[in-house]
């Protein structure tokens, strides 16, 4: 893919991006500015030459998406919708305040935010979810881009769901680490290791490239791999570094969640002078490609009434797992999800009715619920989520987030 946006644009960009976020953490006294920083480039790159979307219809079910992982980030995805002209820079200004939509994690009442994150470990199964729909059921050529930090690659569901995208060979999906070495109170466990991530990715049958994370050359070059690569998902190992650009705090510890305070000033001057184009950016952001088909999930009911006889003993999960039927045969919207206990929760019933609308997640009750959230966040489906509710415990923070979305749990 030819490059969209000029070298020394996408630079630009991400220039201005560290100084939004430096300006709105500093007028909150609150926030993540240095780790806004490391991913500066990744976001002038995704957002202003990569990703195909539209500004005026942020959540257009065409459009490709982009799921920020690591929510205390929030600032820089601002940032990036501010430079595309959606958010007023003045509105930036406001963050953390009360009554400002714009939170130091992403909130769906945002009209660009798909769900909530922030509770670190859940974005990459809310974009596996997401791709899965987009590929098997909206079948349309829209990728899901996922940014996780290398401090929350030690969260056990990231491995759940990096295995359930390579199983399902979701090539729609590219993961990209943001590997800034440092994490909240000291070095992350891999650092800059980055082979590490590798090995390990490649264990797990993904296309994994390490990269510069602060080269918009390099960034570039590596999406269009991504875009390239059929069969296997793609994960971008981005070398970055936390508070890069600011002069005596880049890559220093004891950095993390502060806003910058009496550095502001000195800070911005540098950064500031970094900027070559000075006046309005030129750029181009692509359009999507194909356009998904119209559905409706309002219409969700049984094909027909319950049909037992007075006096009867039989279990609710079988009276569940005969009801899901009958409401997928009312709408082909209709999916069920399952741990590997189809054959207990009788979710087994839709699959042999429509296997294609039956995924199963395995013993992996965090990534099950996560990707049920991603799958239904743009009105695509109406997903039922089924497991013992003794295992579903393990996902109570995913729990937590179900009431922003469509999904339904059984237990």
Known sequence: ????????????????????????????????????????????VLFFNTMRYSVAAPKDVSSDRFVLSKGHAAPALYAAWVENGLIPEPELMKLRQ??????????????????????????????????????????????????????????????????FISHYNLDNVVLIIDANRLGQSQPTTVAHHLEVYKARLDAFGWNSLIVDGHSVEDLVKAFDNASATKGKPTAIIA???????????????GWHGKALGKETDRVLKHLEGLIVNKGKLNFTIPSPVTRAPQVNISNIQLASPPNYTVGDSLATRQAYGAALVKIAQNNPRVIGLDGDMKNSTFSE???????????????????????????????RTVAFVSTFAAFLTRAFDQVSFIDQVSCQIHQ
Not at 120 to 132: E, H
Not at 141 to 147: E, N, S, V
């Open 1 to 44: 893919m030819p490059l969209v946006t000029d070298v020394q644009v996408l630079k630009d960009l991400a220039t201005r991006i560290r100084i939004l976020s430096i300006q709105s953490t500093t007028a909150a006294n609150s926030g993540h500015p240095t780790t806004c920083s490391s991913i500066a480039e990744i976001m002038s």
């Open 98 to 163: 009360l009554g400002c939509d714009l939170e130091g994690h992403p909130t769906p009442r945002l009209n660009f935010i798909d769900v909530g994150t922030g509770s670190l470990g859940q974005g990459l199964a809310i974009a596996a979810g997401l791709a899965y729909v987009s590929k098997n059921y909206d079948n349309i050529d829209a990728r899901t881009y996922c940014l996780i930090g290398d401090g929350e690659s030690a969260e056990g569901s990231i491995w759940e769901s990096i295995a």
């Open 239 to 253: 070398k970055t570094y936390k508070g890069r650009d600011f002069p005596d705090i880049e890559d220093r510890e």
């Open 349 to 379: 019933l839709l699959k042999k009715y429509d296997p294609a609308r039956h995924i199963e997640c395995f013993i992996a009750e965090q990534n099950l619920v996560g990707v049920a959230i991603g799958a239904t966040c743009r009105d």
